[in-house]
């Protein structure tokens, strides 16, 4: 019989935790007391796993962009690898962002709310200098930059790394050989990790729509309409587009083969968590070179925020309608470039953009309400941000692979309206 794929058993862990939580919310709740206890080994089971995940992190995505430096040919590659993915990156950011504002200006959630405290209040929205937010890119302890789990700074210290390591060649043939074993010994932790994500799934899922269903009710529907919108436009017009013109890549297909990745990526909001088999299906299912690989994916999960950049834009829109202001012409382009950057620092951790919106709203002279009315929702929110960031992450390394003529079109053949090769399909 046909081992069970962990893809299935987490689809199926999906499942079942939504209908147990929705008969929880049938049972009353929190309010009933097995319920109640219930929620409480849910809760567990999910916070132990999300714990394990935030454990791969930074080693994970320390030996893997170093060792993709490392192994590169020399510094020009370097130079056409990074100028391209990091083009990518602020140019899909920018578009989603302009997704998320569109959709809020005619959705228009904030007019759906009157809030007695804020009627009397005058507001005038400024701009946020983010000259500080750049600066903080740049660690000053790396330790401490991997203790507090600031991935952007650990992704510079591995870019400084990596360099030295290649001009050194076989000075440091030692290190290199070091750092490659590394990332083979994470892979094989992450193995480890993999095999109790449908348990961590369910667990999560049965907490999250018993605690937070009833909460998306009212005014607070339009926000996520808005934030699922903009993700889903995000998907399906810029990297489907982008698949299709750019990749020559079937959109459709694309997106079969990653489901599982997808599935994932929702279930658990963290978008490490499918790194590791976003990478193994790049390399052994679309074709993606294993260097061009290895750079963009673990970088772009931390810099390639497609779903929360668009968030940011939303929720500062969303807060101007909230006081009564609209934003200008100039304004909108700063808060494009804001929330791109903003996202590009993000920590790889859940709920993070919650965190850092309130920097975003304080810098343009905004009240902090909006936080606190989406709090309670925000999980729902990052079920869409999760996989629009992944996917944005996938279809930035395929494209580029194709750009530069590297992309294996014969493994499992997703190309635009062709047909797999023979040797494919044994290989699929």
């Known amino acids: 019989m046909k081992k069970m794929s962990i893809g299935v058993k987490t689809f199926i862990a999906l499942g079942l935790g939504i209908l147990v939580g929705l008969l929880f919310i049938k049972l009353g709740g929190e309010s009933n007391r097995i319920v109640h206890y219930s929620l409480q080994a849910c809760s567990t089971v999910g916070n132990i796993f999300l714990r394990l995940l935030r454990m791969l992190a930074v080693p994970l995505v320390f030996a893997c962009i170093t060792n993709a430096i490392a192994s590169l040919g020399d510094l020009k590659d370097l130079r056409k690898l990074g100028l391209k993915t990091f083009s990518y990156f602020f140019a899909t950011g920018a578009i989603s962002v302009v997704f998320g504002i569109l959709i809020c200006n005619i959705l228009r959630p904030g007019d759906s709310f009157v809030l007695e405290e804020l009627a009397s209040t005058a507001y005038e929205a400024k701009s946020l200098s983010f000259l500080d937010s750049l600066v903080e890119l740049v660690p000053t302890n790396v330790v401490s930059s991997m203790a507090t789990d600031s991935m952007m700074q650990v992704i510079i210290f591995c870019l400084f790394l990596g360099i030295s390591i290649l001009i050194l060649g076989e000075k440091a043939k030692t290190l290199a050989g070091f750092i490659r074993d590394l990332e083979q010994a994470m892979f094989k932790v992450v193995d480890f990790v993999m095999a109790v994500v449908p348990y961590g799934v369910f667990g999560l899922m049965v907490y999250t729509v018993t605690i937070y269903g009833p909460k998306a009710a009212g005014g607070l529907l339009g926000f996520i309409a808005c934030d699922w919108i903009a993700a889903l436009m995000t998907i399906f017009i810029m990297d489907f587009l982008m698949l299709a013109f750019i990749a020559r890549v079937n959109p459709i297909k694309f997106m079969r083969i ?31 070179p294993e260097t061009t690989t290895n750079f963009v994916l673990p970088i772009g999960s931390t810099a390639n925020m497609t779903g929360t950049a668009a968030f940011f834009g939303i929720i500062v829109v969303f807060t101007c309608q909230l006081v009564g202001i609209e934003l200008t012409m100039a304004q909108y382009v700063i808060l494009v470039f804001q929330s791109v950057m903003m996202a590009i620092g993000c920590a790889t951790v859940p709920s993070i953009a919650l965190v850092l919106s309130s920097t975003l709203l304080l810098g343009f002279g905004l009240p902090l309400t909006a936080i606190g009315i989406i709090i309670g929702v925000y999980r729902l929110l990052d079920i869409a941000h999760t996989p629009t960031n992944s996917i944005g992450n996938w279809v930035t390394a395929t494209c580029i692979a194709a750009m530069d003529g590297t992309l294996n079109r014969d493994i499992c053949e997703v190309n635009l309206f062709g047909r797999k090769s023979i040797a494919a399909k044994k290989q699929c």
């Open 258 to 288: 990653f489901s599982e990745a997808i599935m994932i990526c929702m279930a658990t909001c963290v978008s490490v968590a499918a790194l590791p088999l976003g990478m193994k299906t790049c390399i052994e299912k679309i074709g993606v």
